[in-house]
């Protein structure tokens, strides 16, 4: 609840996410050495990938505002939104009391929407937050309850490096601020400014992920980091073979050989059994360790120095033009 803008809640029953999250099974955990009951109510395509008990709405309706009253005390359960994608409305805003709050993984006002870790690594952000914020009608726009910063260890260095490091960081701060729900603190609201930060729309792989070989070295290497584990990685094409779109993994930023000139970006100098080295438009090449065919074979073995790999222009334009959707039934 709210008073004197101040977050609380007095006598914490209950914890109701919304949405997915990786580690339901350990924020459960927390919960139950606090006496607290967990309950998750997730969308249709999220409750996929989702083991633990739960219910499924696709909106907010009077079905939704109807379960709700039948199983919960309003003002003693925190409701919160974890990758949650059904829209907030003022009418639920205001049904749920107020008692509905958002985990951001990242700065606000610096960076709301999606997709975070992957923007993080195209800008060398090497911050990661821990956020919390009261949910209103805006996206991520809401005043924040509570933050605590950490830097990402040098060997984040993809995804699957930002995110793991980044479940650690939230299950403890999650574990702290329900642990001072519980007791009773008072949190004390902060305002976002809205004359700062941006505004990050999701990204996709087979959407955005087509690699334009005039970046210069240090964006080139970060496009492909930034879409490599957990996703397919970075699209390409080879111009021998039709091999159709390749996906390049496993990528290093190398400057130990000779310069090269922009027109030799993309072709293949030098093959060293378990890598290839290939130009850019810059000083560097880069060592790649995995060029993945659309069987998921590793061709690294198949491509010879000489070849080279380049983008059709107008999967470049597309790749710009789309903006990524997701609702409650999957992609758009």
Known sequence: MLKNNEFFIKNLKNVVFLGFSQVFEDLIKINNKLGIKTNIITSSDQSKEISSEHVVFDQFD??????????????STIFISVSCRVIFNSDVIKFLGHNLVNFHGSRLPYDSGGGSFSWQIL???RINNQLVHLIDEGIDTG?????KLSIFPPNCKVPIDFKNYHLKKFLEFYSNFINKIKKGHEFELKKQVDYLGRYNPRLSTIENGYINWNYNPYDLINFINAFDDPYLGAITFLNRNNYGE???????????DSPNHPFMSGIVSRHDKDWIV????????????????????NIIKKIVPGDRFYTPIHHLDE?????VTYTSLGKK
Do not use: Q
């Open 62 to 75: 009077g079905g939704f505002e109807d379960y709700i009253k039948n199983n919960f005390k309003i003002e």
């Open 319 to 323: 790749s710009t033009k789309k903006k």
């Open 246 to 256: 390749l996906h390049i993994k496993s990528a290093h930023l190398h400057a130990g």
């Open 123 to 125: 800008r060398e952000d």
């Open 143 to 147: 005043p924040i309850i509570d933050s």
């Open 278 to 297: 290939v130009s850019t438009v810059g000083k560097h090449s880069l060592l790649i360790e995995k060029v993945v065919n659309s069987e998921g074979e």
